[in-house]
């Protein structure tokens, strides 16, 4: 379906529906990394995915990956197409419980329109937090985490270039209520293992999956 941004732009939103011999009562709203839009193999793979497991999950793209542009927005454009696809959905829940996150840039600027506010929102879900630029550990991308008083669940490769696993863990400490970290062992920013770790990726991804619904029936059960 498409969401009004503004006067003038629109965004494409893909919904994919949890089976009905399995559903969690969730809907989790998913934003696309910088580099790509939610058609990437990784945000089908991870809908696609998770939907099997019994969530309601909704992709989108950006306004400027809609319109066919590499460059991202300005962050406040991003936070306002963002917080108008959340509104949006709002209205078509059903009763399900209000999850939003992302894949790096995605999941970003999740965390910062909920650390200003979003309704009903039950929690949030990162894949590969961007906690800073590659090699610049010193621009960290965390102060406004703690604003969120809402339960977050990193998933994070243990070497993942914009801030691994255990980078992550001391900032993920502080924060209340406590975030959950799930490590993926030798992962990148996307989850990618060398063969050396013995585990087929497509297994790499479905741990992962069960993870986060596991953790999303534990918050609403």
């Known amino acids: 379906m498409k969401i009004k941004i503004n006067e003038s732009e629109s965004v494409t939103v893909i ?20 580099g790509a839009n939610q058609t990437s193999d990784f945000m ?18 950006f306004v400027y990956t809609e319109q066919g542009r590499k460059a991202p927005d300005r962050a406040e454009k991003l936070e306002t197409c963002f917080r108008a696809v959340v509104d949006a959905v709002g209205n078509k829940l059903n009763g399900n419980k209000l999850f939003i996150g992302g894949k790096s840039m995605g999941g970003r600027i999740a965390s910062q329109i909920a650390a200003a506010g979003v309704d009903d929102l039950r929690g949030l879900v990162f894949l590969g937090y961007p906690l800073h630029p590659p090699g610049k550990p010193e621009q960290l991308r965390a102060e406004h985490l703690s ?16 801030g691994s696993a255990e980078e992550l863990r001391p900032i993920l400490k502080k924060l209340k209520p406590a975030a959950q970290l799930y490590e993926i062992a030798f992962g990148d920013h996307s989850f990618k293992v060398p063969k050396k770790s013995g585990i ?19 918050l609403i059960s």
């Open 200 to 218: 087929p990726q497509e297994q790499i991804h479905r741990m992962a999956q069960d993870h986060i619904a596991a953790w999303l029936q534990k």
């Open 15 to 34: 919904s994919y529906r949890a089976g009905k011999s399995k559903r969690l009562g969730t809907t989790l709203v998913l934003g696309h990394g910088a």
């Open 44 to 61: 089908v793979n991870f809908a696609e995915g998770l939907a099997a497991c019994g969530i309601d999950v909704m992709t989108f793209n």
């Open 147 to 162: 604003r969120i008083r809402k339960p977050m669940l990193f998933v994070q490769g243990a070497n993942d270039a914009f």
